[in-house]
Each structure stands twice: as C-alpha cells, then as structure tokens.
C-alpha cells in the first residue's frame, strides 16, 4: 500500500537577493516551511535564486521501505498590477549541482498552492532512496524587471513509498 510524508526545508544553500518578509525570520528556509502566506521571499528587482536543503536522515521513512517519487509543491502569488510573472523551480542533488530538473510556473495573483511534479528518479538519474532525499537541494529562480513582483511563501517535498511485503514462516503444527 503506497505512503508519504511531507519534508519541509531545513537549511539555506544560497540566497542571491531574495528579501525575507515575516516576524522573526533570518533565513529562507524558515519562511518557506511556515506555512502561512503572511511570511514570504520576495523576488528581487533583476534576477536571483534561493536554495534550500532538506532534513538528513528522517526518521519518516521506515526502515526497509521503498521509495517511489518524490512530488515537489511551491506556493506563490504575483503582486497585483506586476503583470505576468513565473518561477522557475529547479529539483537538483548535492553531488552535482550543475543537473538538474526544471519546471517554469506563471504565478496568479492569490497566494497558489501549485504541483510543480513527481519525480520518480533523483536529478541525477538514480533510484530515490533516504541518502538520496538527504542531497536533494530545491532552488527558485526568478528573472524579472519589477522588485518583488513574486512572492513565494511555501516550499516542500512529499515523499510516496511503499513498504515491502514480509513473509513470516512457521513450523507445520499438529
């Protein structure tokens, strides 16, 4: 029977100029694992990315299970009278920072939860597996000419597996 569990950000790679907005907040990862739309990054005035990293080692994924994809969401919203703005989302690993999956999103002008994809192979090609979520690395990137015309307030991965059947022997009775 097919599982999941959601991971939220744990850590910051980089932030090339995306302002954070909320009360108490010093890193993008804290914001885009809130869940609320009052804290937010704000895109900045040319271009710019901000990356984050998942949890090492959850303790979520039960021993011996499989994993099966690992679906990406992204929650954002266009400033109203910016025009049309997108996102691009890029899913990449640790090892290799330079491959990576993209996926361009146009924002709407009401805080979107959108579905960004399922990935059933790491940006590298190789079977999902719990060392291979620990390099997962989600980066937004955002090349507009407006300052904060995006606003990305969520960030998260859900990760579906499934665990293998066991088989029990026992001696014959009677």
């Given amino acids: 029977m097919a599982q999941s569990f959601q991971l939220l950000p744990s850590g910051d790679i980089e932030n090339d100029g995306w302002s954070l907005v909320g009360s108490s907040v010093t890193e993008v990862w ?88 399922t990935y059933t192979r790491d940006p590298l090609g190789l079977a999902w597996d719990i060392h291979r979520i620990n390099k997962l690395r989600l980066r937004v990137y955002c ?10 307030s969520q960030l998260y991965v859900r990760v579906n597996y499934h665990l293998k059947p066991s088989v029990q022997v026992t001696a014959p009775s009677g």
């Fill in 143 to 152: 090349l507009n000419n407006l300052f904060d015309s995006i606003q990305v």
């Fill in 30 to 117: 804290e914001i885009l694992s809130a869940s609320t739309d009052s804290c937010y990054i704000r895109c900045p005035q040319y271009r710019g990315s901000a990356s984050v990293s998942f949890p090492i080692d959850s303790d979520d994924l039960p021993d011996g299970a499989v994993v099966d994809s690992v679906t990406v969401f992204m929650r954002m919203k266009t400033v109203a009278g910016s025009g049309p703005r997108s996102v691009t989302l890029n899913v990449l690993s640790s090892e290799n920072m330079s491959r990576y999956t993209s996926r361009t999103l146009q924002a709407t002008s009401a805080f979107t939860e959108h579905e960004v994809g």
